[in-house]
Structure formats: structure tokens, C-alpha cells
């Protein structure tokens, strides 16, 4: 929640958030495949509740969560 916060108060749009959120994890564990929605791609996906693109703070309001095709997570 603090992080999207920051970003969002440094002048960040939801466009570059989305973006940063799975890519710089990704580029942390140094696995070009994460990060990243394409064929043969792990499946890690997030569903959240509302659309960010009307606020940035729906980010971090996570309905669902899939690691590697797998839920994880689901309220």
C-alpha cells in the first residue's frame, strides 16, 4: 500500500506503476519469463477489485492471486 502511495505522490500514472509492479521483481530474481503476459510465460496473475486506471490505490486491492497457473490467494 505505501509503495503504490509513493509512486502515485512522485508523479507516477497507473500506466508506469503497472508496469514497475511486476518487472522490477522480476529483473530482482533475474528471470526474463516473469514479469511478463506471453505464450509459454508462467502464469502468475493478480485480479484486483476495482480498475486502477480510475485510482491508483485499487492496486493494492487484491481479489486474487495465481503463482506459476496455481491460486495462492483469494479473498
Same mark, same amino acid.
Given at each position: =500500500? ?8 512522485? #508523479?507516477?500514472?497507473?500506466? @508506469?506503476?503497472? =508496469? ?15 514479469? @511478463?503476459? %506471453? %505464450? #509459454? ?8 477489485? %476495482? =480498475? ?6 485499487? *492496486? $493494492?486491492?487484491?481479489? @486474487? $492471486?495465481? *503463482?506459476? #497457473?496455481?491460486?495462492? *490467494?483469494?479473498?
Amino acid at each position: =500500500d505505501e509503495e503504490v502511495g509513493r509512486m502515485s505522490r512522485a #508523479g507516477m500514472d497507473w500506466r @508506469a506503476i503497472l =508496469d514497475s509492479l511486476p518487472s522490477a521483481p522480476a529483473r530482482r530474481v533475474k528471470d526474463p519469463a516473469r514479469g @511478463a503476459l %506471453a %505464450a #509459454g510465460a508462467p502464469a502468475d496473475l493478480v485480479l484486483l477489485e %476495482a =480498475d486502477p486506471r480510475d485510482n491508483v490505490e485499487s *492496486f $493494492t486491492h487484491v481479489r @486474487a $492471486t495465481w *503463482f506459476a #497457473g496455481r491460486s495462492v *490467494f483469494s479473498k
